[in-house]
């Protein structure tokens, strides 16, 4: 079964425009990592947040992670139409999970430009 | 670096035909993993591997076999294809419990 859920299933910007999207999940994590998947393409990392951090930048990219209420959101700044793609949020259990990620559904992001 | 390749990129099996997809990546991980994507859902884990030699079972491991004989290579097996095995197959790599890297995938179609 997925641990996270993602929200919005899509989401359609302009650019220039702020996109965030939100993960929750259900049990206990180590880490939360956020992907990008270009249509037709493999998946690509874009950031890991560990349990004990509450917020992290890269670039135009800052992920925010609330243990207690299980969730974490993508902000992704001054979008551009490059940034088109699917973005996936994965949870690490960490310890003898050997780096398995349970991987939700995904937010689609259409930048319009 | 390669990072991670798969072969093939594509395939069309019939229902019953076996196949083996291969996985190599460049970048001594010791974690591999094999993951399978359907329409509008995230990816599901089918099997993982920690090292040479060692395999253990995912989310979705039924009708799947894998074998890790060399580090680099990770080689995933369907015995007997049905088509709810049509599916996008990605091979993932990771150096312990960090980020995993992906390769391009695979298509797969049974008809």
């Known amino acids: 079964s997925q641990q996270g859920e993602e929200d919005p299933q899509a989401l359609s910007i302009q650019e220039g425009e702020n996109a965030t999207m939100n993960c929750s999940y259900k049990t206990s994590i180590n880490n939360l990592q956020w992907y990008r998947q270009n249509s037709g393409r493999g998946l690509v990392h874009l950031i890991l947040?560990?349990?004990?951090?509450r917020e992290k930048h890269s670039g135009r990219l800052r992920v925010t992670l609330d243990t207690s209420k299980k969730s974490s959101s993508l902000l992704i700044t001054a979008s551009r139409a490059a940034d088109t793609a699917s973005y996936f949020c994965a949870t690490g259990a960490g310890g003898t999970s050997y780096g398995k990620l349970t991987f939700g559904q995904g937010t689609i992001l259409t930048v319009h430009p | 670096n390669a990072g991670v390749t798969q072969t093939p990129k594509f395939r069309v099996l019939k229902t019953g035909q076996s196949m083996t997809l291969l996985c190599a990546q460049d970048?001594?991980?010791?974690?591999m993993y094999w993951y399978r994507q359907d329409p509008g859902m995230g990816l599901r884990l089918i099997h993982y591997?920690?090292?040479?030699?060692?395999?253990a079972k995912g989310e979705v491991p039924d009708g799947y076999n894998v074998s890790r004989l060399k580090k680099q290579n990770f080689l995933l097996g369907l015995e007997s294809a049905a088509p709810s095995q049509t599916s996008v197959y990605f091979c993932?790599?990771?150096?312990?419990?960090?980020?995993?890297?992906f390769g391009p995938g695979t298509r797969l179609t049974v008809t």
């Open positions: 591997s920690v090292g040479e030699g060692t395999t």
């Open positions: 993932a790599s990771s150096y312990e419990s960090w980020e995993q890297y």
């Open positions: 970048m001594n991980h010791e974690y």
């Open positions: 947040i560990r349990s004990n951090e």
